[in-house]
């Protein structure tokens, strides 16, 4: 490992790098469902610290904080997954496409939205089914329908579908995805 070497700083130049404006905060680039997804992540936060609060602080703890928190992890899961979709931000191999001709990565890349696309829509169509199939089953600690958690994984499936066909129509018109060119990846538009 090399020796690294660190340019000395005075005191006034740190100081003095406090005096700078923060950068503008630009909250454009967030859907509602990522707004969505914050809240649920928070609310699974307040069931966490409840139920370490009650347990540990007042040991006595609340049975229904751990049930709330597994669910809205679940809810916050599928609905993250629906930003990563649209921002094709999930894990995917790119390597094949370096090795391919333009016009093969391009139609390889089609492909792939496509069944992007219809993965999703199928896993919605699954979950569809396996919600009505338990509307009737209530959650153990809470007196709620799980079908609540089930609807909230359909809506991401749904809400991924919507957003994989989104990104496959801006590929196309783009001519190229990130996919194909890594190296020239430009922002999803809502």
Known sequence: MADERHTPITREEIAKSFDEPPPPIDLSIYAPEDWFAFVVFWMMAGAVFLQFFTRYVLNNSFAW???IAIYCLVVTVFL???MCVRLF???QVDFIYRLLPVRAARILATVVDLVNIS????AAYLVWRYSSIISTERM???DLPKSIVFYSVLAGFVLMAVRAAQMAVVH???GHSVIERPERPEPAEN
């Not at 993965?119 to 199928?122: D, E, L, N, V």
């Open 65 to 67: 904080t751990e049930e």
């Open 80 to 82: 993250g997954s629906v």
């Open 89 to 91: 931000r999930h894990i």
């Open 119 to 122: 993965f999703f829509a199928y």
């Open 140 to 142: 153990v600690t809470v």
């Open 172 to 174: 196309w018109r783009r």
